[in-house]
């Protein structure tokens, strides 16, 4: 969506969860929370790269979901940047952990 002052690739938002999965960072009880990322960086990505990205569930907890992501300048086969992210689920109102919702789950479990 942007690069900073050296050219590089920034602040990219990845919408799975919200174009096809059960989230809805407006109005759902559940909301995911970043408590931990990563990422190493092979090769600079800039506009106007075409960039295909992959993301994958690592792991699945009862509260917490670990996803990998990797990004790849369009036809290269080795990665630019391979990182992770974990979310914990919380009430959106209390911020406590609390289940994965089912339907999420189901979602989450087809990455």
Do not use: W
């Amino acid at each position: 969506m942007d690069n900073d002052a050296y050219g590089h690739v920034n602040n990219v938002v990845d919408a799975t969860l919200i174009r096809q999965g059960p989230l809805d960072p407006e109005a759902s009880e559940v909301i995911g929370l970043v408590v931990e990322t990563g990422c190493r960086y092979a090769a600079s990505l800039a506009f106007p790269d075409d960039v295909d990205a992959g993301i994958r569930v690592a792991r699945l907890g009862n509260s917490s979901v670990r996803y990998e992501v990797g990004l790849f300048r369009a036809g290269e086969e080795d990665a630019a940047a391979e990182g992770y992210f974990v979310h914990v689920y919380v009430d959106r109102h209390t911020r406590r952990p609390t289940k994965l919702p089912a339907d999420l789950r189901a979602f989450l479990e087809t990455l």
